[in-house]
């Protein structure tokens, strides 16, 4: 079946401005995550949803950076006037239900985010 | 604070030899444990998983980790290793028996094949 799919695949912007990472999670995957993966930082868990509750946004570096999960199914991080240490790697994971024990994150391909 | 170690950060072993790579956690308990790769351009693949029970874990792809709970440690390993495994390797961690916990993981250990 399809897996984790995120677009863009690249993404090259101006210092200052806002972009959209969208991710589309395997269907029947009720959580889905956030990872930033940076030179120097490794990768680092930025946002979590499960489902219908609160998302769990400890991991968010600041305010410029938000999440939503839109039907329970599709998601979309934004980050909000654009620094250069932004750039990276953004990964997104789903996995099933959290009730069924701890189920594994399967990976998407990643959006490589360049601000200039 | 929970943290992974990934000590060696580049690795180069000829094709056909065996592979060792390292992972140490820093926990309160025993985590679940995870080794997942990553080829250039792609995300990350799942090799294998350690939950509880037999501390040797088979994964895809020929590999194998071994669960060491005296040396909190989780080694990679591959009796022969081929071309196509040239890749980035991390060691991830989640609290066992916590519900909607992200994984953390080590900074990565990059292989390189040569031939």
């Known amino acids: 079946g399809a897996g984790v799919s995120q677009s863009p695949s690249n993404k090259v912007t101006e210092k200052g401005k806002d972009v959209e990472l969208r991710c589309d999670p395997i269907?029947?995957?009720?959580?889905l995550y956030w990872y930033r993966q940076s030179l120097g930082q490794g990768l680092e868990f930025l946002i979590y949803?499960?489902?219908?509750?609160?998302?769990?946004k400890s991991g968010l570096p600041s305010d410029r950076f938000s999440a939503e999960r839109t039907g329970g199914s599709v998601s979309t991080l934004t980050i909000q006037r654009t620094q250069q240490e932004d750039s990276a790697v953004y990964l997104c994971?789903?996995?099933?239900?959290?009730?069924?024990?701890?189920?594994?994150?399967?990976f998407g391909p990643g959006t490589r985010l360049l601000v200039l | 604070a929970q943290s992974v170690t990934q000590p060696d950060i580049h690795i180069t072993v000829s094709e056909g030899a065996s592979l060792e790579l390292r992972c140490n956690y820093s926990?309160?308990?025993?985590?679940?444990l995870f080794w997942y790769v990553q080829s250039p351009g792609q995300g990350l693949q799942l090799l294998l998983k350690?939950?509880?029970?037999?501390?040797l874990v088979q994964g895809i792809k020929g590999f194998e980790a071994e669960f060491k709970r005296s040396q909190s440690s989780f080694n990679l390993r591959k009796p022969s290793v081929h071309w196509s495994d040239a890749a980035e390797y991390f060691c991830?961690?989640?609290?066992?028996?916590?519900?909607?916990?992200?994984?953390?993981f080590g900074k990565g250990t990059t292989l390189s094949v040569s031939s």
């Open positions: 994971a789903s996995s099933l239900a959290w009730d069924r024990g701890f189920e594994t994150q399967y």
């Open positions: 269907s029947g995957h009720t959580a």
């Open positions: 949803f499960q489902g219908n509750s609160a998302p769990d």
């Open positions: 926990y309160g308990a025993t985590p679940y």
């Open positions: 350690y939950f509880s029970g037999d501390t």
């Open positions: 991830a961690v989640a609290p066992a028996n916590q519900a909607g916990t992200a994984l953390i």
